[in-house]
């Protein structure tokens, strides 16, 4: 039976008009009620999904099997010890392990996630950081989803955990060089990071390093890779600031880097006697900047990077031979070598479209640079790269099960153009052979908030969709930093429209040259991609047959103007402060949920978690009650919350598979698969 929500008019009025809510109830209503319609809904998608139920069961076995279950990370050497996690075949959750002095040596399980996560229907593992004598483990659990974890402490002699617990904590957590203290952040009552603080093990009496006053900013604390400074970054939207303080454990004053200037960033790298600088002082792409350490005043400042229109620098890393920069241009990344001589290269890569990412480098004396590469076709590769030599090694590629051979599938980069005449590149991977004749289906996905660059990366999940015929697509639309900072400034705030233009643009394209048609074109996005499916379902609902929002921010106007929940105030530099009128009139001209129309919708799978606590479930909820009162056709409308999760959805690998599986069982039975 079809759940039909009802309907308790709520009257909200700002800048002197006056909307009514009829579905405001789901956040503030009956906790009983509310639980009761979400699992009405659930009840009512497994039931409309049964048709697909052996289809989801092929999918996840066909998922799985190429996954090498028993499988190792490449492990990293630091201090005489190979760290490395393992995963076993039926065990949901990775085992953090290390050998001493060689891989040759006994293994040593540090952490077991699986022994941790039993009897949990929900575990993730938010920070995890040894001691500088590697004789203490400090980790971070969050058995709920929402995203608040409490630290501990393990001793890895005796396997023992220490008295000390530390609640409320989030996202960093730090040891000082003398291992006798942690550095650690908590949240307010928004779940904003706003405090660091310095814990002595065995102490109670933990010391406040500094408090973040200002909402829009939230905190976070790591430590240079030289081991010498822990940095204090504080950041909104457009703005940010740098304390520190030395690592060795004796300051308990952050000292001030440089005094936050609204809509300048920047960040701190340590070197010997100098901090390196990355800013946008002089351009929004960044420059590079030299500051000595004992007098880093702004007037000591010199210039080692300019700034360049058409170059983003995205990070400075240093070792001690070397400074290495990661650099985006024309939607790519690259890695700039730079030894202490003052001599320059570039790190190779073997295809034209692909991901780069920095690897796992912890340590300060070696020549060593680990990075990470894959692309659509190439899977992901982790390659240790000698930056004296220049030669590289690869140390592990992800296997993919099943006789995976990368030469049937192909690649390649196109560009749609937008209203206002911006190229917007599009990524594109498929079965070689691929007849454009407008009959293949096609899985359109896009984010474009934030500043979040969406770079194509392999995905052995994706095959079962493209091993059936489909097309999967990646439209770099404005609001990320694909083709720079310039790029996410042009599609946020007063400009967030041009983000679902581009969208709309990258599908009429891909339906213009008969990569697909309406009829077999289907689009998935999540979180701030769940807003942009909302956005252009509603303004352009012809142009697609299906819709997977996955935790969707749909709401927004109403999120945006409620400063007691999670990231809304550290978002005004991203969407507008609706306390404002131009902001406020901007966000309702688009705002999914409040621009819901009597037409006719694609069909639609919406996903959710009860504890997320960055698009509280009442949005998507909201937004399927009214969608399923106003719309004018037959398609399917679904909602699935998964009651024991948050933003992320299930925590383990196994149930994290079924997720998928029901998304592309949905899209192959509303779009149905190709030739293949």
């Not at 404005?478 to 042009?490: I, Q």
Request: hydrophobic share 35%.
């Amino acid at each position: 039976m079809t759940p039909i929500a009802k309907k308790i008019p709520k009257k909200i009025t700002q800048h002197g008009e006056t909307r009514i809510d009829d579905y405001f109830w789901l956040r503030d209503g009956d906790r009983a009620d509310i639980v009761a319609y979400l699992e009405a809904e659930n009840a009512y998608t497994e039931e409309v999904l049964r048709p697909v139920e052996a289809l989801r069961q092929e999918l996840y076995d066909e998922m799985l099997s190429r996954i090498q279950q028993s499988d190792r990370s490449a492990p990293m050497l630091i201090d005489g010890y190979f760290y490395y996690t393992r995963t076993v075949e039926g065990s949901a959750y990775p085992i953090y392990c290390r050998r001493q002095g060689s891989l040759d040596h006994a293994e040593e399980i540090i952490l077991d996630l699986n022994e941790l996560a039993k009897g949990e229907p929900y575990l993730s593992l938010g920070n995890i950081t040894v001691s500088p004598d590697h004789r203490l483990l400090a980790y971070a659990l969050d058995l709920a989803g929402d995203e608040v974890y409490t630290a501990y402490v393990k001793d890895l002699q005796t396997g023992a955990l220490l008295p000390d617990r530390l609640g409320n904590t989030y996202y960093g957590l730090e040891w000082t060089n003398d291992g006798k203290s942690l550095v650690y952040v908590t949240l307010d009552d928004a779940k904003r990071p706003y405090r660091a603080w310095r814990h002595v093990l065995g102490d109670g009496d933990d010391v406040l390093l500094y408090e973040e006053a200002d909402e829009r900013f939230h905190l976070t604390v790591n430590k240079s890779r030289s081991k010498r400074f822990l940095w204090i970054q504080m950041e909104s939207a457009a703005t940010s600031e740098v304390r520190y303080l030395r690592a060795d454990g004796g300051d308990t004053e952050p000292l001030l880097f440089a005094e936050r200037r609204h809509d300048i960033e920047y960040d701190v790298e340590h070197h010997g006697d100098s901090f390196y600088v990355r800013t946008t002082e002089a351009g929004r792409n960044l420059s590079v900047m030299q500051a000595p350490v004992h007098d880093p005043r702004r007037e000591n400042w010199k210039e080692m990077i300019t700034h360049r229109p058409t170059v983003m620098i995205e990070s400075v890393d240093a070792f001690r031979g070397h400074l290495v920069f990661m650099e985006r241009e024309n939607g790519l990344r690259r890695l700039r070598v730079q030894n202490i001589a003052g001599e320059t290269h570039f790190v190779e890569m073997p295809e034209s479209v692909y991901t780069l990412s920095a690897g796992d480098n912890p340590v300060f004396d070696t020549s060593i640079l680990r990075f990470h590469y894959t692309s659509m076709v190439t899977p992901g590769s982790v390659f240790d790269y000698d930056m004296d030599s220049r030669e590289r090694t690869l140390v592990k590629q992800q296997p993919v099960l099943g006789g995976y051979h990368a030469p049937d599938y192909e690649t390649i980069r196109v560009h749609a153009t937008a209203p206002d005449g911006v190229k917007v590149p599009i990524s594109l991977v498929y079965r070689r052979g691929m007849r454009k004749d407008g009959q293949n289906p096609l899985l359109l996905y896009g984010y474009g908030s934030y500043g979040i660059s969406i770079d194509p990366a392999f995905s052995s999940e994706r095959l079962s969709l493209i091993d059936r015929g489909f097309v999967y697509a990646i439209a770099h639309i404005r609001g990320g930093a694909d083709l720079g900072k310039t790029w996410h400034d042009d599609a946020k705030m007063v400009k967030k429209r041009n983000t679902f233009n581009d969208f709309i643009a990258a599908a009429e394209y891909l339906i213009a040259e008969k990569y697909t048609s309406p009829e077999r074109l289907g689009i998935l996005g999540g979180s701030a991609g769940g807003l942009l499916m909302g956005a252009v379902i509603n303004q352009r609902p012809e142009l697609f047959r299906a819709v997977v929002a996955k935790v969707p921010f749909v709401d927004v106007l109403n999120t945006a103007s409620d400063p007691t929940l999670p990231l809304t105030v550290i978002e005004y530099d991203e969407w507008g402060n609706s306390n404002e009128k131009e902001f406020w009139e901007y966000i309702r001209s688009y705002s999914p949920y409040d621009n819901v129309k009597a037409q006719a919708y694609p069909h639609i799978l919406v996903t959710t978690g009860l504890n997320d606590p960055r698009v509280s479930y009442w949005e998507p909820a909201k937004w399927v009650a009214k969608l399923r009162a106003m719309k004018t056709d037959s398609n399917l409308l679904l909602l699935k919350t998964n009651m024991a999760a948050g933003h992320g959805g299930a925590s383990g690998r196994y149930e994290k598979l079924k997720e998928t599986a029901l998304d592309y069982a949905f899209l192959l039975w509303v779009i149905g698969g190709g030739a293949g």
